[in-house]
């Protein structure tokens, strides 16, 4: 079993930077690959970054990359996304997720078995 616990979230302007964590519990946190998602209001749960076990491969959704980065120390069971030059649009709560597999996931929500409660990320223009 793993549990997670996201923090991070807030407000900022556009073009602004956050950073979120995710912190785990239990001892399988280095073995899981995880991910970052983001759900806005009335819209689908959307993918944004995963990472392998190792934290050796990583993925993006197109719309983030180049502007998001996503990293893990599996010394501090700990997960991060920092997050730069935010829009708007990118206004949502934002959750971290982790899979029963040290192999990297990808976009699908259906392939992670734990989840975060969420994060709120607010992006005022």
């Known amino acids: 079993q793993v549990q997670l616990v996201e923090s991070g979230g807030g407000l900022v302007q556009a073009g602004g930077s956050l950073r979120l964590s995710c912190a785990a519990s239990g001892r399988t946190f280095s073995h899981a690959a995880m991910g970052w998602f983001r759900q806005a209001p009335g819209k689908e749960r959307e993918f944004v970054a995963a990472i392998s076990s190792s934290g050796s491969l990583t993925y993006y959704a197109d719309s983030v990359k180049g502007r998001f980065t996503i990293t893990r120390d599996n010394a501090k069971n700990t997960m991060y996304l920092q997050m730069n030059s935010l829009k708007p649009e990118e206004t949502a709560v934002y959750y971290c997720?982790?899979?029963?597999?040290?192999?990297?996931?990808?976009?699908?929500?259906?392939?992670?078995?734990?989840w975060g409660q969420g994060t709120q990320v607010t992006v005022s223009s």
């Open positions: 997720a982790a899979r029963k597999n040290v192999v990297i996931g990808t976009v699908a929500p259906g392939e992670y078995n734990y």
